[in-house]
């Protein structure tokens, strides 16, 4: 991926443990991500994407009022060009197609592996860079 530049990529990050977030948003910005938000549940998520324009959401789906599919749901309608990357501990498989068909771009079993979610990450912009 030669144009393919790690820090312009922009990430929101959506949990509702700040734990988890925490986690996530070292192992992102160690691979050289830029974080440029992180929420605690669906209406913060909404508003940090809408005021901070990421090119990836990474969202839980087990969260309180609204969940991580409901929101991806919102994402792809209002915010076309993100790409969302679901993780959670529910790993069965229709779980993981429920999240696809919400419009998610990959999904990760949690525990995540620092490596799946940086390979994760780069096969979302290897792929808009074969497009443009």
């Known amino acids: 991926m030669s144009n ?10 959506v949990d509702d443990s700040d734990f988890s977030r925490s986690i996530i ?16 549940g669906a209406e913060a998520a909404l508003i940090a994407v809408r005021d901070k324009s990421p090119n990836v ?5 087990v969260m309180p009022n609204v969940s991580g599919i409901e929101l991806t749901e919102k994402l792809t309608q209002n915010f076309g060009d993100v790409a969302v990357i679901v993780v959670s ?7 993981v197609l429920e999240a696809i068909g919400a419009g998610a771009t990959d999904f990760i079993a949690k525990p995540i592996q620092k490596q799946q ?9 290897s792929q808009q860079l074969r497009e443009d």
């Open 25 to 40: 948003s070292r192992m992102v910005t160690e691979a050289g991500f830029t974080v440029v938000g992180e929420a605690n």
């Open 89 to 95: 501990s529910l790993s069965q498989e229709h779980i």
């Open 57 to 61: 959401v990474i969202t839980d789906i």
């Open 4 to 13: 393919f530049n790690p820090a312009s990529v922009k990430i929101v990050i």
């Open 117 to 125: 979610l940086i390979d994760s990450i780069e096969k979302i912009f």
